[in-house]
Nanobody, 121 residues
Framework: QVQLVESGGGLVQPGGSLRLSCAAS????????MGWYRQAPGKERQLVAR???????NYQDSVKDRFAISTDNNKNTVYLQMNSLKPEDTAIYYC???????????????WGQGTQVTVSS
C-alpha cells in the first residue's frame, strides 16, 4: 500500500514563505515523477511544479521565480519551497507521484490527501 503524506501547509501573510513536504511510503520499485498540484475553491486542479527522476523540472508560469521544487531521493520525499506568497496562491495543495511497481512495466499515479495553504493578512 503506497501512501503520500503531506505536511507544511498553513496560514501565512502575503510576502511570506512556506515549505511543503511529501513523503512516499510503501512498496514500489522507483519514483518516476513527483509533483505538486493545487485547487482553489471553484477552480480545477492545476499543476504547480513537477520533477522527474532525471531531474527535469516544470513550473506553472505564475509561480516561476517564487517557488522551488526539490527531492530527497533517499527519503522518497518531494519539497515545495514557496516564497513571496500571494493571496492568489491560496488553495489546497496536493502531492502527486508516478510510481513504478516491482514486476510491472506500467506506472501508477498516486495522490496525497491535500494540505491547505492560505495567504491572507
Amino acid at each position: 500500500q503506497v501512501q503520500l503524506v503531506e505536511s507544511g501547509g498553513g496560514l501565512v501573510q502575503p510576502g511570506g514563505s512556506l515549505r511543503l513536504s511529501c513523503a512516499a511510503s510503501g512498496s514500489f520499485f522507483r519514483i518516476n515523477v513527483m509533483g505538486w498540484y493545487r485547487q482553489a475553491p471553484g477552480k480545477e486542479r492545476q499543476l504547480v511544479a513537477r520533477i522527474t527522476r532525471g531531474g527535469s523540472i516544470n513550473y506553472q508560469d505564475s509561480v516561476k521565480d517564487r517557488f522551488a521544487i526539490s527531492t530527497d531521493n533517499n527519503k522518497n520525499t518531494v519539497y515545495l519551497q514557496m516564497n513571496s506568497l500571494k493571496p492568489e496562491d491560496t488553495a489546497i495543495y496536493y502531492c502527486n507521484a508516478d510510481l513504478q511497481h516491482y514486476g510491472s512495466f506500467n506506472s501508477r499515479v498516486y495522490w496525497g490527501q491535500g494540505t491547505q495553504v492560505t495567504v491572507s493578512s
